[in-house]
């Protein structure tokens, strides 16, 4: 999967949750956003950006929510939605995949996956 954990990406359609939620973080569900990533579900193939698609969870009594109630929280949107954001760029971001193999200080040979901008060939996001 092209998307990570922590990644920034760009919003390709607004995406505004569910009516009335408080907002924590406004202007982040506007089509061309950029916002980071979450969580992501391979089954599913959906994440979950932060501050986008708020909606109401309803929460019983626990020790964190001692009164139960409605909670507003990022619910999962599906990954066509988004884009990785290339910096360089300043937009979304096609990529292609780059393996670098290395040797550790132990001299054990390690893989190291790179995502490469296609438009501007830099790194997007981290190593892996
Ligand atoms: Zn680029």
Redesign the pocket.
């Known amino acids: 999967m092209i998307i990570r954990k922590n990644d920034q990406v760009v919003l390709l359609k607004t995406i505004t949750g569910a009516e009335g939620v408080d907002r924590r973080a406004i202007g982040k569900e506007e089509k061309g956003s950029v916002a980071r990533v979450l969580r992501v579900d391979r089954e599913t193939g959906r994440v979950v950006v932060e501050g986008v698609n708020y909606v109401y969870r309803h929460v019983r009594r626990s020790q964190k929510h001692p009164q139960g109630g409605r909670v507003a929280k990022e619910a999962p949107i599906h990954l066509s939605n988004v884009a990785l954001y ?1 910096g ?2 300043g937009g979304a ?1 096609k990529v292609r995949f780059k393996i670098n193999e290395k040797k550790d200080a132990a001299g054990k040979r390690r893989r190291e996956v790179l995502r490469l ?1 296609r ?2 060939g ?1 790194a ?1 996001g981290g190593a892996r």
Request: charged share 35%; net charge positive.
């Open positions: 290339c360089k760029c971001a901008c438009k501007c830099e997007v």
